[in-house]
């Protein structure tokens, strides 16, 4: 196998990578700048040794404590619980929200073999009993995982009636036509009106 | 910046990576095998260490002359020309070539400034002149700029009469229906109309 066709086989294991797109990217390397490639190469080979979920969250970090469990001026009261790492990153960019995070590592999709032993529900409790959190706003995906773990989280905090427990807003995407919104997204989005 | 802000602002600078799925390729290489990171990471910093253009036809090879060029069983009275080197692969794997290959490097654009001066002519001349050829197949693309440069092979050529010059055919691609087609295949199709 000569190098251009190893490299093909190994960008094809990537998600939403096919055979066409594995080899265009193969060869579109060969053009790049070879400063570009070595840093781009070194940074995937490098890049599980340097981050590790942070201890408290669950958040991919650097550094001991992730920034946001490390950080003096964000409200300890809030606590936005979240599929992936990725996902605190997305919340975090919206820039309105600037309480605590938590990551469960994923959905509960027991089709899948996820139940609720494989994601960092314990870790959730344990915050949540030490902690001085008012309110725990769910961000799980609106999926059908998404949303029986949403559930979960419901059940498992019930006994904590001084916690408020909310969930993001479905509806329209801003920007989006009605026309091209899905069946499901419009009954969301007509369940959830808003008063003017 | 972080390791995986980083990654993610290198791979976005490859073709059609948008913010966002450069974010979710980042994301996603966390989770593979470190095994595999350091394959695919070393794969990207030393390929271009490893290929160079054929010095005959010009397509990507690690040996010094390419594997088509090289081949003692391939029909030497044939000539396919393209753009790029990967399209000597796309060509080899239709499985009904069994020719050799001319790499251009491009097609002629002179609004990017690619001139015929860029590209593998005179390289093709002197093929040409020193070789065997009794007919050249022009594989460039089916675009603007691909048509200009089959038409500018055609005069770089015009004084060898004994050269069969062809073109590839253009039309309807297989598996796809009338009603999906663009204007431009569907005129191409008909004019270029074959006898049953």
Redesign the interface.
Known sequence: M???E??TR??K????MGEK?A????????K?D?G?????????????D??HPCPICGC???GEICEYCNSPTRDKTLLCIVE???DV?SISQSGIYNGLFHVLGGAINPLNGIGPDSLRFRELRSRIENGDFKEVIIATNPTEEGDTTALYIRQLLRDREELQLTRLASGLPIGGELGYADKLTLARSLRGRIKL
């Open positions: 000569t190098s251009i190893e490299l190994l960008i294991k990537l998600p939403g797109s080899t265009r990217l193969a060869y579109h390397l060969i790049t070879s570009y490639n070595k840093a781009l190469g070194d940074a995937i080979a490098t890049l599980k340097k981050i991919y970090t650097e992936e790492s990725q990153v």
